[in-house]
C-alpha cells in the first residue's frame, strides 16, 4: 500500500508542472491580444483556467483531510510534509487567480454561460486518487496514477530533487524565481539544456533559477 500523502505529493507536482506551462501558454496569447479577452483560442484559455482551479481545489481538499493514520507506515514528519503541500497548493490558486483576472474570466463568462458550468461539472478527482491511468484533456497524455497494477513500487518513495542556493539570485523577468543565499528549494525540472532548472520554493511558488547557483542536497536514499 502507498502512502496517500506522498502520492498527494506526486499528484501536487504533476499538476504545478500543467499549471506552469499553461501560465506560459497565456503569456503568449495575451502579449498578443489588443483588446484584452476577444477570440476563441483566449475564451478556451478562460474554461481551461475555471478546470485547473477546480482541480487545484479538490486536490486542497484532499491533502486537508489526510491524517497520519492513514498512513501505513509512521512517518515522523507527516504535519511538516502536509503543511507543505498545503502551501504549494494555495500557491497554485494564487497564481490561478491571477491568470482568472488577466483572461477577465468574469466578463467572459457571461459569454461562456451553460459552456463554463458544464466544464466545471465535468472536472473529475485528481489522478491520484483513481485507481487507473487517465487521460488528461489540456495535454492529451496519459498520466499513470499511484496504486495501478502498473506502477513501479519504487514510486510511492517519489521525493523531489532538493537543492541549496550558493547565492541570491534576483528575478530579471516574468517567470524568473528570485532566491536568497542559503534557502532551499525543490528542483521540479532539471532536464532544460539551456542551464536553467524549473524549481520551488516552501510557499509554493515556481519558476526558473539558474542551475550554477545551486547545488543538489544528496537524499538519504542517494547516499545509502
Not at 514510486?155 to 532538493?162: F, M, N
Not at 520551488?200 to 547557483?213: A, T, Y
Amino acid at each position: 500500500m502507498s502512502s496517500p500523502l506522498l502520492s498527494a505529493k506526486k499528484a501536487v507536482a504533476a499538476l504545478s508542472n500543467e499549471v506552469e506551462v499553461f501560465r506560459r501558454e497565456c503569456a503568449d496569447v495575451l502579449q498578443g491580444e489588443d483588446i484584452g479577452v476577444s477570440g476563441q483560442e483566449t475564451r478556451n484559455l478562460c474554461m481551461r483556467c475555471v478546470q485547473y482551479q477546480d482541480r487545484t481545489e479538490q486536490l486542497l481538499n484532499h491533502v486537508e483531510s489526510l491524517t497520519v493514520d492513514g498512513e501505513p507506515k509512521k512517518m515522523a514528519d507527516f504535519t511538516q510534509r502536509k503543511r507543505q503541500e498545503l502551501r504549494r497548493l494555495q500557491g497554485l490558486q494564487d497564481r490561478l487567480n491571477n491568470l482568472s483576472s488577466q483572461l477577465e474570466i468574469s466578463d467572459v463568462d457571461n459569454v461562456l454561460g451553460s459552456q463554463l458550468s458544464e466544464a466545471s461539472s465535468d472536472v473529475t478527482l485528481p489522478p491520484h486518487l483513481q485507481g487507473s491511468t487517465v487521460e488528461t484533456t489540456q495535454t492529451g497524455s496519459t498520466v499513470g496514477v499511484a496504486g495501478s497494477e502498473d506502477d513501479d513500487p519504487s514510486d510511492s518513495d517519489y521525493e523531489l530533487p532538493q537543492a541549496v542556493a550558493l547565492a541570491s539570485y534576483e528575478a530579471q523577468q516574468d517567470g524568473d524565481l528570485a532566491v536568497t543565499e542559503g534557502e532551499v528549494i525543490y528542483v521540479v525540472d532539471m532536464t532544460r539544456e539551456d542551464g536553467w532548472w524549473r524549481a520551488e520554493n516552501e510557499d509554493g511558488v515556481c519558476g526558473l533559477v539558474p542551475s550554477n547557483h545551486f547545488e543538489v542536497i544528496e537524499s538519504d536514499s542517494a547516499s545509502d
